[in-house]
């Protein structure tokens, strides 16, 4: 009935044909989908990962109630797999020469008479008989008709000499009917999905739409074709493109061997670089597939990204319309079309527009809609200013007397011409002005409403020039012109006091007080002298935005670039700091000596402060840039800065403070997606290299500084210790440098280490003092328990009997463990350890040091020889110790 429909019928039989072609072509699709198999027959036994990709697929098909031959129960009489295979296989030849031909070739008249004879008596033409001969005479000639012209296109292309060639002679070929726009597409369909859904046909199926596509419809010039107009055929030729494209991006066009020919045809049609990246796609996915877990994790980050940049591309797109929406109307406005005359950005134009429109200016002045008069007149001058700053001075308010390079603060005479033929220009200032210049230099309190305003203005006038100069520096390409702006914005900060930061710099002012306010909370030892810092960054504001400028995000600048002509990130950071930390310390040396520390604890608390922020938000990409480069560049700051003090370093040593970071990376949770846990390691990866940076700052100091080797050598021990905060990771690292690195220096070194050690040690015994009381009562409460099980012998009695003194112990353990490594190197440390752990209440210190005695006996008695190691160790015990 669908072969019947030909292409002479009427409008009404033709689309009736094309819906009865349609219907048959989708039932085809579904008899081959169900009369074929799942699994790719011969498949090779190494091949496990594509085994388990098809397990997936044929889970999730069965979910959806897809049927194949895997699912027919074995053992049936007349129904059997190689039967329905039979057909499947017919009809899939059926849809390929559907697909290559553009319609069904013709067909024998005598094979149609006998199929039709054989369907009244119940066997097939050939004389067999089976249960789907009905099916088979219908589909089996279609199929034979297609094969044999596709074995003599082959043989012909054979013959060419040409590899992989395939040579049809469209104008020999008989057609009974062809298809119009929509049984068409719905035969593509078919033929792709066939090849994604049953790995068996697809490299006939890739290869069929291959060789559709290096042969389309239409011919080279894209014409209309039988059936197809030409709007048709070009919708068929998009349709094969994308299909091919399809199939090369899917891992089956890797393993069958068949991208070769999907590439061929893509370039063919003018889609190289495309074919080039699916085929690229398709190896990724294949070696994916072969890799491990760890590859396969990645690859999932990867493609959350891509989805999320998927949304970023709309985005974009719909910025870029928003755009181009604004720009249509920033056009009319120019035009005059919208609300009043603006003036291009061009000066050429601005003029040209504006000689143009002065005949249209009106014979009088339109009404003002204000009744105040205007200050300044509608005279030259102000046309030309309107003109030169492109209408910005149109928007300047009237009341600012600095607006415009002073405005009306300055008069200019000009004088006669001399005879050089030069004319001389006398600038002179507003008398009123300078009057309340003078009183507010001088401080007076007797100060008129006119000359407060003017005093206000000037510190907002003297703001927003600052922030001038310092944006104008950071943007600036040349390496000399944004170091001499630095140069200048670090002057200016020293002398206007009390001046705030204007908007565009309010920020880095807010970062560095919130840093300030922050080491408060955090460093209880320095309390007194971070909070002169705090007030000095509330009297000099300017000083603290120049400090923490860089360390707050900002929009894209041009990079500094050195001579080399490469980007320099590291002199970008330290130019500005840098050079307001040696104006400081110049000022200290005649007055305010203390500025400088002052100025260096802002300093390095913005740096520090940064890098808690990036911590906290470990996808913030930029803060995690901007801590990553202030972390990198602070050693080389405070190595070339003119001194350090100890509360900087105390400061530096709290970038170890990375336990929080550390238990959000090794927490899991389910709800954590690839993505998140990605970004946390990395996050603590970044704070664990900062934090080793900082150790990298306490050797060199306490190497290259004598002055403060012993504050230096104090916060290493302390982060050694525990008693400054660090993960494990960093506090072994400290106790590696503190070991290995600073005591074996020169003797000054380690009697610096030895003290620090000391000194920690006494901070633990008086810890353990203190806490005496509540561990004996935690540990009595606790033995009342029934159900706690009793333990006996001397190592039980080592063991902490509650949770208070399990805590002490950890607390205490750690310089103990330092102390005894000392005691290896020197053993008149014994005696220090000795005396502090008898001293009354300091039980938790004694089990401390017998858990780890018997490795300081080891460890000494290798070294000193056991019987001169105990002769010392007596020489030193009183009877308290013994």
């Known amino acids: 009935r669908a072969r019947s429909g030909g292409g002479g019928a009427s409008d009404g039989i033709g689309k009736a044909g094309d819906s009865l072609r349609a219907s048959c ?81 013709a067909i024998d008249p005598n094979l149609l008479l006998a199929a039709a004879a054989s369907s009244s008596v119940g066997s097939d033409f050939m004389g067999g008989s089976s249960p789907f001969t009905q099916i088979l005479d219908i589909l089996k000639p279609a199929a034979l008709a297609f094969l044999k012209v596709e074995s003599a296109a082959e043989k012909a292309g054979a013959e060419s ?195 143009l429109n002065l005949e249209n200016l009106p014979a009088k002045r339109p009404p003002v809609a204000s009744s105040t008069p205007r200050k300044h007149p509608f005279d030259l001058d102000f046309v030309v200013d309107a003109v030169i700053t492109n209408g910005a001075s149109l928007l300047i308010d009237e009341n600012h007397w600095y607006d415009r ?57 003297a703001s927003k020039a600052f922030s001038r100069v310092l944006m104008s520096s950071s943007n600036a390409r040349s390496e000399a012109v944004a170091d001499f702006g630095k140069q200048i914005a670090s002057r200016l900060a020293w002398t206007l006091k009390g001046v705030k930061p204007s908007t565009e710099i309010e920020n880095a002012h807010a970062m560095a007080v919130e840093a300030m306010e922050n080491s408060l909370g955090k460093n209880a030892a320095s309390e007194e002298a971070l909070a002169g810092s705090l007030e000095f960054a509330l009297d000099y504001p300017l000083v603290s935005s120049c400090l923490a400028y860089d360390l707050v995000p900002k929009g894209p600048a041009a990079p500094i670039r050195d001579e080399t002509g490469t980007s320099n990130p590291a ?19 005649n007055e305010n000596k203390e500025n400088y520390e002052k100025c260096l604890d802002v300093f390095v608390s913005s740096v520090v402060n940064a890098c808690d922020l990036s911590n906290k938000t470990p996808n913030d990409n930029e803060k995690k840039r901007i801590a990553n480069s202030a972390a990198s560049s602070l050693p080389q700051q405070l190595a070339a800065a003119p001194a350090v003090t100890g509360t900087a370093l105390n400061l530096v040593g709290s970038l170890c403070d990375i336990e929080e970071i550390s238990k959000k990376a090794s927490a899991k949770s389910s709800k954590q997606s690839i993505a998140e846990s990605a970004a946390l390691h990395a996050a603590k990866a970044a704070a664990e290299k900062r934090a080793t940076a900082a150790l990298l700052i306490l050797r060199d100091v306490a190497f290259q500084r004598d002055a403060m080797r012993g504050p230096a050598v104090d916060c290493a021990v302390a982060i050694a210790s525990g008693r400054l905060a660090g993960s494990p990771p960093i506090e072994d690292k400290a106790l590696k440098l503190v070991m290995n690195v600073i005591f074996p220096k020169n003797a000054d070194c380690a009697d610096k280490v030895v003290e620090s050690a000391t000194k920690e040690l006494g901070i633990a015994t008086q810890y353990s003092i203190e806490n005496h009381e509540k561990i004996v009562k935690a540990n009595a409460a606790g033995s009342k328990k029934k159900d706690k099980p009793q333990r006996h012998g001397a190592k039980a009695a080592l063991l902490p009997q509650s949770d208070e003194e399990k805590i002490a112990l950890d607390r205490v353990r750690k310089p103990v463990v330092l102390c005894m490594a000392l005691c290896v190197r020197r053993p008149e440390i014994i ?16 089990k401390a040091v017998k858990t780890n005695m018997p490795k300081l006996t080891k460890a000494a008695s290798v070294k000193h020889g056991a019987a001169n190691i105990a002769l010392r160790v007596s020489d030193m015990a009183g009877d308290k110790e013994t």
């Open 25 to 105: 072509i989708k039932f085809m699709e579904i008899v081959v989908l169900c009369f074929s198999n799942r699994a790719l027959p011969g498949m090779a036994a190494g091949s496990q990962a594509a085994l388990r990709m098809q397990k997936r697929e044929s889970a999730a098909n069965a979910q959806a109630s897809d049927f194949s031959l895997e699912d027919l129960p074995p053992g049936h009489p007349i129904i059997t797999r190689e039967s329905l295979e039979e057909i499947g296989e017919y009809c899939f030849s059926t849809l390929r020469g559907l697909v290559l031909l553009g319609g069904q070739a």
């Open 161 to 355: 000499g040409e590899k992989g060639a395939f040579v049809l002679d469209r104008s020999s070929i008989e057609l009974d009917f062809d298809l119009s726009q929509k049984p068409y597409s719905l035969s593509i369909n078919a033929v792709q999905m066939l090849a994604t859904k049953r790995p068996i046909f697809f490299k006939d199926s890739s290869t069929c739409l291959a060789r559709r596509t290096i042969d389309p419809p239409g011919g080279a010039a894209g014409g209309a074709e039988g059936s197809l107009t030409k709007a048709a055929v070009t919708g068929i030729r998009t349709h094969l493109r994308s299909s091919c494209l399809t199939l090369l991006r899917h891992f089956l066009s890797v393993t069958s061997g068949c991208w070769e020919i999907l590439a061929d045809a893509l370039a063919h049609a003018g889609m190289k670089s495309q074919a080039d990246r699916a085929h690229k796609a398709s190896q990724q996915q294949l070696n994916l597939m072969q890799g491990g877990r760890a590859a396969r994790n990645r690859a999932a980050i990867f493609y959350e990204w891509d989805t999320s940049a998927d949304s970023s591309r709309a985005a974009k797109r719909q910025r870029d319309t928003d755009d181009a929406e604004a720009r249509v109307r920033a056009a009319k406005v120019a035009r005059g079309l919208g609300s009043g005359i603006q003036l291009p950005t061009s000066m050429v134009d601005a003029c040209e527009l504006a000689l």
């Open 405 to 461: 390079d002073g405005g009306d603060a300055w008069v200019m005479e000009e004088g006669e011409v001399g005879e050089d033929g030069r004319r001389a220009l006398t600038f002179t200032m507003n008398s009123k002005l300078l009057e309340a210049a003078k009183k507010s230099a001088k401080g007076s309190e007797k100060l008129q409403d006119s000359e407060k305003a003017y005093a206000e203005q000037s510190k907002l006038a």
């Open 571 to 589: 002199s970008c950071i330290s130019s500005l700091s840098m050079r307001i930390l040696n104006e400081a310390y110049v000022c200290s040396l």
């Open 831 to 846: 005696k220090a350890i000795m005396e502090m752990s008898c001293r009354k209440g300091a039980d938790v210190l004694a």
